[in-house]
């Protein structure tokens, strides 16, 4: 069963994130927590509960940056729509959300700025170029945010299976020995 060394393998952290150790042997990681088993395995629930938590809110993270990206670019394919009639003398005939399922139609002449939404009930004018250059430091940002949250998804996914895979191994381990107690009286009554 397990009666490998010992329960040592390099415990991380990433970004807040605590790392599960891996128990290969579970006597001896009892011994070095000073847990029983009982308490063991609520350590390791409360633990697995608590990565359960960090992963809904990483996950929430996800779903706001993956709504994110798609609304920047589209918004970087308007300032360069804006840019590429510029000069032309051509109105640009367009529609837009007034509010809730309620659009108007606007003609939009030559213009040289850009009011752009930064939330917070902040809006600010900005030159086409101006809007170019933050909405790509924007889109880059969000970009760079969605493969680090990525990654520490991944490694708490780890960690979940770490847990998952130590609370099985305590678990087992404590039913065997429970089966060995009763089997020792037994054995000796015969």
């Known amino acids: 069963m397990a009666t490998s060394s010992s329960s040592t393998e390099v415990v991380t952290e990433r970004r807040g994130i605590p790392g599960a150790q891996f128990v290969e042997d579970v006597q001896t990681y009892l011994t070095q927590t000073g847990f029983d088993c009982n308490s063991a395995l609520a350590f390791l629930q409360e633990r ?50 007034i509010s809730e399922g309620i659009y108007s139609r606007a003609s ?28 790509r430091k924007n889109l880059d940002n969000a970009k760079a945010s969605l493969e680090v949250l990525l990654a520490d998804l991944q490694f708490l996914r780890d960690q979940v299976t770490i847990t998952q895979v130590t609370i099985a191994r305590v678990y087992n381990w404590d039913v065997h020995q429970r089966r060995l107690r009763q089997a020792s009286p037994s054995a000796m009554e015969s």
Not at 62 to 89: F, H, M, N, W, Y
Not at 110 to 117: I, K
């Open 48 to 97: 697995l509960q608590q990565y359960k938590m960090v992963e809904m809110k990483l996950q929430a993270q996800q779903r706001e940056l993956l709504a994110k990206i798609p609304d920047i670019e589209k918004c970087l394919d308007v300032v360069s729509t804006l840019q590429a009639k510029k000069g032309t003398g051509e109105a640009l005939i367009t529609d837009f959300e």
């Open 108 to 135: 939009i002449e030559d213009t040289d700025s850009v009011c752009l939404w930064l939330g917070a009930n902040v809006m600010l004018e900005y030159s086409c170029e101006e809007a170019t250059a933050l909405l």
